[in-house]
């Protein structure tokens, strides 16, 4: 017999609807509507308007034949079209894929081609990559310009403009909820270090939640004032995109990473929420100090991760009057899906003890189902000694539908029931994950493992050092040994080889310390990764 | 040909998990493990063991033969064990019952008939009244007592006690998650102002996200401390009980809204959050002096729903170190689904401004989809006009399951795609809702609406007067006529009825003052409403 909490309980319209990152915007249009949604140089917009110009994008996608399941992609810097796209695009069913801007014309001519990509608005600001992409591709979308006013050059590529182009839809257009919460919503590639770029899919049950999970980590509320230096491209900005309409936050836009700009509007703005790789931060501490700014309406949250933030970067944030929080997370987990929550008894440790604490990638945030450092092999946990390194592998609804058009890359990925990040962690008695490595970059020499990451972190600590990796070179006798790549600050053009390899010395057992050290500049990915395949190719021609 | 972004990317276990509020726990217990979880008198536990002791409960449970959709009835004051009845109790996949402690032996009996109750744990205090319910009954439910040490009174039931209970159950329990996030978690008896109570079926996406809810509403974090001067029988308390989980904060126990040790327990734990009826706030503000104390840490955080906080209760609260939030909602959609938002131009308004303001219920909370004022026949909505009286309609993902074995009731209340809420409102231009009454409480004299509501918010507003409640008397001429019943504070003996409808008359539209004042104490449900159908009945007999 049924059991009687399942009999005539069905849901309906009234108790059962869609998880869509949507009703945020739709509420915060409701609740605050004169209240600033977004800054963009001296324009700016109410939460009325802003759902306003997002619903005219979405009628005019449809006046031009866009529906569910087609992709529109954005090739913009973090300018409100973008951000009005996260609305208007999805709000028709159709599936946002916003172009990481510092790819080359192939790889994009790639993805519009992959993601059968129906119609495209591009930035001025990108019109040289993106009129050789458009000739390299197969597919032929619509394409509209954004003639933004803060581009500094660029070409117009099309006949029509942003404007034009939402001027001839409806305000009031009345969008549609997903039919169903799992239906895609985003479609971001990776940027890969190897190989073909990899198309994650979002869907709108997952940026519901990382959305809200975000507004936790972070405890954004109506008077949050988050600035863009964290590429919209990259995961939906964290999912912050949707995250600042649950709160009812501004946005202020920003094109580029300009630390006297970023100084300048952090200050104007009253920011009090950012984020952004290390790199960001490093930027802003080696800034001139003539750019660099004292705020009164401090302390700025900013939200880092991709790397764990060295304690030189740490101590320089602070000192500045940032407050720096570390998360972790990938495309594929859209974004964060791990922090290192602050415990109350850290507030005694010494400072050098505090980084310590801060540097590790910590534990699940609260929507992510589960997080777990396990033998990859077995999926068993590994004990929590800080010692035995195991793979991070997460599992829940803030996790990727899968890879577009790649079965054995989705099913590879979710082997065993859970998400393999790739990336190898210890896990400490307290419970918190801390990163060793990627599978591919641990050093193993003489038989021993050496961290990249604990060199690494070494060398930041150096003072006219700016940025290092390090990676395997091979050795005879010790099968590999680490190799330094390093860039100088301004000042530090005086470095030699031989003073990096003495002071690693002095801070490192030996067997860790890098053999060789290659000053210049670091070859990145698009996402400001750093490529170790090509640093390790180097490593071997050298 | 199917979208390639609906193929081969169906849910997987890495990637989808069922939505439940038992996650919260776990993860609070693995990142706050030794944080005060919650505090009954001189006993308190960290959230390790609020987590062991609740997977104690779940193994106990289990090893007694309870599972997936048995009922567990808990009878208790606001003590540790309801708390980890609210973890424990679905761990197993069984449905929690927190009975109502003001129901009357009959209503329990049929209560513990109706919910097929398996086993029923049973506070010490509540024993009289529980004796005589398992008498009455036909079910035969084990019996567990609950020998809270704080009951004053009270006799031992059965021949096992909780604390034994959970003794031999594993802290270390390997329990699961529900199969399905619309599995039922909760079954909550409307208190009913007529008829039988009816069941409503929580479920764990529901609860999930409730909770969340009431963390984004209230701003809670690893900071918080909150004492449950709101019954946890009532919507599983808003959810809180789920929701303090989400942000790791601390639960301070309350077994009777007693003035004094409110005052008491606030101060020495340093209280940020509580909650509780209007006539919570009033018993607060009409404490002996000498009961009251200035709170150095302040302001607390109160929230307040089930009527609109009259003016004089908000001044009352503020004067005393409180911020009134005002809320609104039902057990049908698990506590509050709206909230009155607070404006940032409302600072500059004067108080009497604000508290018009704030004694409206608002807008609908982040985690409810929807909410409508309508028409209730056409399911228009009305215009937002601050006149115009429609009823409230609901919908979303926290609104109930439906009510348990009552198929007619569920599909009553769900009619045309909205959960109807049977409460008539208006909405302003600023889109805040306003309730002005139940539907069966309006009164029409003379063929004009009069507001029982606005009739008792002047009443409210007289020194005097600690409490009142307006219903409709018949009369010949006007067919209806407002009768105010009233209780005055312990000063007040000498008002009379007189005074009362002469201070009515200069305050309201002389239509709209009662022509009769009856003196006493108001008749009430369990949960504190007022029971104006015994008003109504005895307004006709007088």
Same mark, same amino acid.
């Given at each position: ?121 591009? !930035?001025?600001? &990108?019109? =040289?990559?993106?009129?050789? $992409? @458009? +000739? *390299? ?36 257009? !009345?969008?549609? &909820?997903? =039919?169903?919460?799992?239906? $895609? @919503? +985003? *479609? ?355």
């Amino acid at each position: 017999m049924p059991s009687p909490f399942d009999t005539h309980l069905d849901p309906v319209d009234a108790n059962y609807q869609p998880l869509t990152p949507l009703t945020f915007l739709r509420r915060s249009a409701a609740v605050f509507p004169e209240k600033t949604a977004v800054i963009h140089g001296d324009w700016q917009c109410s939460y009325r308007e802003f759902y306003a110009r997002s619903r005219r994008l979405a009628s005019a996608l449809k006046q031009r034949g866009i529906g569910k399941g087609d992709t529109v992609s954005v090739m913009a810097a973090n300018i409100p079209p973008l951000l009005e796209a996260h609305y208007g695009v999805p709000m028709i069913g159709a599936v946002l894929n916003a172009l990481n801007t510092r790819l080359d014309p192939a790889a994009i001519a790639f993805i519009l081609d992959h993601a059968e990509t129906k119609i495209l608005f591009t !930035d001025k600001g &990108y019109s =040289a990559v993106m009129k050789e $992409a @458009l +000739a *390299l591709a197969t597919a032929a979308p619509m394409v509209i310009d954004i003639d933004d006013p803060l581009a500094e050059s660029g070409e117009l590529l099309a006949d029509e403009d942003y404007e034009a182009f939402i001027a001839a839809g409806d305000p009031d257009f !009345d969008w549609r &909820y997903p =039919a169903d919460e799992w239906d $895609a @919503l +985003a *479609l971001n590639y990776t940027s890969g270090t190897t190989g073909n770029p990899k198309g994650v899919v979002f869907h709108h049950r997952g940026a519901y939640l990382n959305a809200i999970g975000s507004v936790l980590s972070f405890g954004y509320d109506s008077n949050t004032t988050y600035l863009w230096t964290l590429p919209m491209f990259h995961c939906n900005g964290w999912t912050h995109t949707w995250g600042l309409s649950v709160a009812g936050g501004t946005h202020v836009c920003l094109r580029q990473v300009d630390p006297k700009l970023i100084f300048d509007l952090i200050d104007r703005h009253k920011v009090t929420h950012m984020s952004g790789a290390p790199i960001v931060l490093n930027m802003l501490i080696h800034a001139p100090e003539d750019d660099k700014r004292v705020f009164a309406h401090g302390p700025i949250d900013i939200a880092t991760g991709g790397a764990a933030p060295p304690s030189a970067v740490i101590a320089g944030m602070e000192k500045m009057g940032f407050r720096v929080k570390h998360l972790y997370g990938l495309t594929e987990s859209y974004g964060p899906s791990t922090e290192c929550v602050w415990q109350d008894e850290w507030d005694d440790l010494t400072f050098e003890e505090q980084v310590g604490k801060v540097a590790r990638q910590g534990v699940n945030v609260v929507t992510l189902h589960e997080q777990r450092v396990v033998n990859p092999d077995t999926l068993e946990e590994v004990p929590a000694d800080a010692e035995t390194v195991g793979e991070i592998v997460l599992r829940g609804n803030t996790i990727m539908k899968g890879y577009l058009k790649n079965r054995p890359a989705t099913e590879e990925a979710f082997q065993g029931g859970w998400f393999h990040t790739g990336d190898l962690a210890v896990l400490h008695p307290d419970g918190y994950a801390e990163i060793k490595d990627r599978a591919k970059d641990i050093i193993i020499s003489g038989g021993e493992n050496i961290s990249s990451l604990e060199v690494e972190e070494v060398l930041f600590r150096h003072p006219e050092i700016m940025e290092a990796a390090v990676v395997a070179m091979p050795h005879e006798k010790w099968g590999e040994t680490p190799c330094a790549f390093v860039t100088t600050v301004a000042n530090g053009a005086d470095l030699s080889a031989a003073d990096v390899i003495a002071y690693c010395r002095d801070n490192l057992a030996h067997f860790k310390c890098p053999t060789k050290i290659v000053f210049g500049d670091l070859p990145k990915t698009s996402t400001g990764k750093i490529q170790k395949f090509v640093l390790r190719d180097r490593a071997k021609e050298s």
